[in-house]
């Protein structure tokens, strides 16, 4: 079964960088659109970033000009450039793989980031 494994989180202050970086631990097929998501208590998971197998991304309003997500094709691997980071980015971040032949939806388990002010 495949996992996705999330890595780069930590605790950092306002104004600093962290990049995220996520894999399978095996190789995904037929890969369509891999994403970051972020949640905090109590609330939904929200939609930080996109990558489509053409190269297309798309953002968040809340980190436009802030993160940039980027991939590996070779490896799998999608990576978040978070820069200028703000308290309100304080969240669990969660790494998406939507894949098709099989379609399949494949979760990673989150890795933390806070941003102190």
């Known amino acids: 079964q495949v996992q996705l494994v999330e890595s780069g989180g930590g605790l950092v202050q306002a104004g600093g960088s962290l990049r995220l970086s996520c894999a399978p631990s095996k190789i995904i097929f037929s890969i369509n659109r891999m994403a970051w998501y972020r949640q905090t208590p109590g609330n939904e998971r929200e939609l930080v970033a996109t990558i489509t197998s053409g190269g297309d991304t798309n953002y968040a309003d809340s980190v436009k000009g802030r993160f940039t997500i980027s991939r590996d094709s070779a490896k799998n691997a999608v990576y978040l450039q978070m820069n200028t980071l703000k308290p309100e980015d304080t969240a669990v971040y969660f790494c998406?793989?939507?894949?098709?032949?099989?379609?399949?939806?494949?979760w990673g388990r989150g890795t933390q980031v806070t941003v102190s002010s």
């Open positions: 998406n793989v939507v894949a098709t032949s099989p379609n399949r939806n494949y």
